[in-house]
């Protein structure tokens, strides 16, 4: 690449010579007898010439431009391979924004042997706004030549980076049956390293690619960046709600938002600086899971919608369809285009989150299980129903159809322990005592 570079800068040289030469030549050149008129034809003539070779001199220049800008992605593209370097220490923490409203928000794309990938690039080049405010990158684990073939097919409309390392991974013998994990947490790490130090890029949209993106996907995100730049409270923002299947959720409201404590990931905006924090200790394997410990998550909150801007088709993974067929091939995706940047979301700050949410959970009238399954009770509106520890949790979850597992103590599109969600078309808030005091994480 940088012999290729070298040659056509040679070239230009060499073209601005020549036609420097000329334009001396026919400047210098004496007159000769002529017929009246000849010599301001030569006049004429010089001086089209001289403005063709200034057009083609910005031509020139304009392609020098471009080629400096992509040559490291065609290097890239055609499988120029580098040696790995010792990742380098982590940069200061970049300002806080005040304006982030150009600020490039690209969109990595996690890849390996699906070539169904083409189903996720043509949602998101579909309903992108602005090519150059999200470019897209797909980074490619496995080395699965279909799914490489699949992602060439786009040209420069996205980059397409390899993880260089495929080798497999010394794991515990309890852990042979985990290998794909172990890569997957490879790929992150090397993926968010290339945004965020190779490139570096304030800020990722990070997606799998067996998601399927709503129309407003990108205007969400854009619209909740500013909050997670000014308000500390958070590290995340997510387009994904894990109770979001269709009876479940309001589709009137699709422009409703929320804090969570659990990470919900398929989809998430994270800052650089979140990336300094977690990169040297990034874990081997089971990332997500990590990312929900309270030594990560320091009790942070992510933004996540009532209804999700993303879904799931890849029932085929390492999880081998883990919750696909119980819960994931049913939530709902948002169909309806939301203008976010239009909305005020300050709400969504934390101290005029918890003076507008806790009191609106707990003054809902409480109820019993049995009341909601029996849809009785319905004049009293929204409604609380209140569990008591673990097991209570659980067994209500499982009762109303929301997913019970606990992370860390922390349940699924909770905060503060209460879970909303909508049960035989009413809200319903799934919480604990208002004394509520904290997570413990033994309920994991």
Known sequence: ????????????????????????????????????????????????????????????????????????????????????????????????????????????????????????????????????????????????????????????????????????????????????????????????????????????????????????????????????????????????????????????????????DFFPGLGWLLLAELWDELEPKWPRAFWDDWMRQPEQRRDRSCIRPEVSRTMTFGRKGVSHGQFFDQYLKFIKLNDRFVPFTQLDLSYLKKEEYERSFLPKVYAAPEVRVEELQGNRRRELGTVRLQYSGRDSFKAFAKALGLMDDLKSGVPRAGYRGIVSFVYRGRRVYLAPPSDWTGYDPSWS
């Open 1 to 260: 690449m940088l012999k290729k570079s070298s040659l056509v800068l040679w070239g230009a040289a060499l073209f601005i010579a020549w036609n420097g030469l000329l334009l001396l030549f026919l400047w210098s050149r004496p007159p000769s007898p002529a017929s009246p008129g000849e010599g301001d034809r030569l006049t004429a003539e010089v001086i089209r010439l001289a403005q063709d070779a200034e057009t083609e001199l910005e031509r020139q220049k304009e392609l020098l431009r471009q080629i400096h800008r992509y040559s490291g992605l065609w290097g890239r593209r055609r499988g120029v391979r580098v040696t790995p370097k010792p990742p380098p220490p982590p940069s200061p923490p970049l300002p806080r924004l005040t304006d982030p409203a150009g600020t490039v928000l690209p969109v990595l794309v996690m890849a390996c042997d699906r070539s169904t990938v083409r189903r996720c690039l043509d949602k998101l080049l579909r309903y992108r706004p602005s090519a150059q405010r999200f470019p897209v990158i797909v980074s490619q684990d496995c080395g699965h030549a279909e799914t490489a073939r699949v992602i060439a097919s786009y040209g420069d409309a996205v980059a397409h980076i390899r993880q260089p390392d495929l080798s497999d991974i010394p794991v515990p013998a309890e852990h042979r049956k985990f290998q794909g994990y172990y890569k997957i947490a490879r790929h992150y790490r090397w993926a968010l390293g290339q945004v965020f130090r190779t490139f570096r890029y304030r800020a990722a949209i990070v997606v799998e690619d067996d998601l399927e993106v709503a129309p407003d996907f990108f205007e969400y995100f854009q619209a909740a960046f500013p909050l997670l730049l000014a308000d500390r409270s958070l590290w995340c923002v997510s387009a994904w709600n894990d109770n979001g299947k269709e009876q479940m959720v309001d589709v009137g409201q699709a422009e409703l938002l929320y804090r969570t």
